[in-house]
């Protein structure tokens, strides 16, 4: 799907617990034109309240154009589920729901995606993971994910630059 303008995978949503669409599967690439029709009731305003992020998806997801809109991170799944400290020093969790099956990702998700080109010198990466505090860095060719550079990859070059190359292994 790599080449579509908005992709809904396995789409699910609507009000409450109510489900107004279930499993909706629709791509659609450049150039084409699209239309939803229905009977009244059947959804559409629904489907596009979803890809708009007016309703948020039960399921599934909503892909625009290819590009990375937020990452999850450990820091964030520690934010969203409260430690026993925490209920005891009454510190509200992030989403409403404490209950992993119904907190959808795009609530602990991180927005603001720091991320490399795929050019970036190994040193910059280990710079910008530093700096940031960050264990992994998406790396992005015009705003589309094509890997994801770790702490341990950073670590292995190093180590293979200072000819330790047997050390990694």
Same mark, same amino acid.
């Given at each position: 799907?790599?080449?579509?303008?908005?992709?809904?995978?396995?789409?699910?949503?609507?009000?409450?617990?109510?489900?107004?669409?279930?499993?909706?599967?629709?791509?659609?690439?450049?150039?084409?034109?699209?239309?939803?029709?229905?009977?009244?009731?059947?959804?559409?305003?629904?489907? *596009?309240?979803?890809?708009?992020?007016?309703?948020?998806?039960?399921?599934?997801? #909503?892909?625009?154009?290819?590009?990375?809109?937020?990452?999850?991170?450990?820091?964030?799944?520690?934010?969203?589920?409260?430690? #026993?400290?925490?209920?005891?020093?009454?510190?509200?969790?992030?989403?409403?729901?404490?209950?992993?099956?119904?907190?959808?990702?795009?609530?602990?998700?991180?927005?603001?995606? $720091?991320?490399?080109?795929?050019?970036?010198?190994? $040193?910059?990466?280990?710079?910008?993971?530093?700096?940031?505090?960050?264990?992994?860095?998406?790396?992005?060719?015009?705003?589309?994910?094509?890997?994801?550079?770790?702490?341990?990859?950073?670590?292995?070059?190093?180590?293979? *630059?200072?000819?330790?190359?047997?050390?990694?292994?």
């Amino acid at each position: 799907m790599s080449d579509s303008l908005l992709a809904l995978e396995t789409l699910t949503a609507g009000y409450d617990e109510a489900a107004v669409i279930r499993d909706i599967e629709l791509t659609v690439r450049p150039g084409e034109v699209v239309a939803l029709l229905g009977a009244n009731g059947a959804g559409k305003t629904t489907t *596009l309240r979803a890809v708009s992020g007016l309703v948020k998806p039960m399921s599934g997801r #909503v892909v625009l154009d290819g590009e990375v809109v937020g990452i999850v991170t450990d820091r964030d799944l520690r934010d969203a589920f409260p430690s #026993v400290l925490d209920v005891l020093r009454r510190r509200p969790a992030r989403p409403s729901s404490t209950d992993p099956a119904r907190i959808p990702v795009e609530d602990v998700m991180s927005r603001n995606v $720091v991320s490399l080109a795929p050019g970036a010198r190994v $040193v910059d990466a280990a710079l910008l993971m530093r700096r940031e505090r960050i264990g992994a860095i998406p790396v992005l060719q015009r705003g589309r994910l094509v890997g994801i550079l770790t702490r341990s990859d950073v670590l292995d070059a190093f180590a293979e *630059l200072a000819g330790a190359a047997d050390a990694t292994s």
